[in-house]
């Protein structure tokens, strides 16, 4: 059987504040350590003359690509996280509009009370107004 989460205001502020914030913070601080190694287009990884040592060169462009396809990951991973951190945020200011948009007055909790109907209770017997009865 599978656990099921209520989903609350205090849940998607701590979700958004204490998970998925933190956690993008952090791999957009890791992307920005790597960009300036190889975030760019052309990666030189230097492991040796390739044109005295062809196996210099094979391993550099493989390290090259790997290191290309790592970047294109981790940036797509921070779009991700930062569209998962708005739409937590859109739902919080949901649930706060749908907090302060729920008034209940006096007429309809009697309502709710009883049953949608709007009398103030209900009527059993003989309604006439002779007072003999």
């Not at 209520?6 to 601080?29: C, D, F, W």
């Not at 949901?94 to 006096?106: G, H, I, N, R, Y």
Request: charged letters at 25%; glycine letters at 10%; proline letters at 2%.
């Amino acid at each position: 059987m599978s656990e099921k989460t209520k989903v609350t205001k205090g849940y998607l502020q701590n979700l958004g504040s204490q998970r998925i914030g933190p956690m993008q913070q952090a791999v957009s601080e890791k992307k920005s350590d790597s960009a300036e190694h190889y975030g760019k287009e052309s990666i030189n990884v230097p492991f040796g003359n390739g044109d005295l040592m062809g196996s210099a060169a094979v391993l550099a462009a493989e390290v090259s690509g790997v290191l290309t396809k790592f970047h294109a990951e981790i940036t797509r991973l921070e779009e991700r996280l930062l569209v998962m951190h708005s739409g937590i945020q859109d739902s919080d200011l949901f649930f706060e509009k749908l907090e302060s948009d729920a008034e209940l007055d006096a007429s309809k909790v009697n309502t709710i009370m009883n049953n949608g109907s709007t009398t103030g209770g209900s009527t059993t017997g003989d309604t006439t107004t002779d007072p003999t009865k």
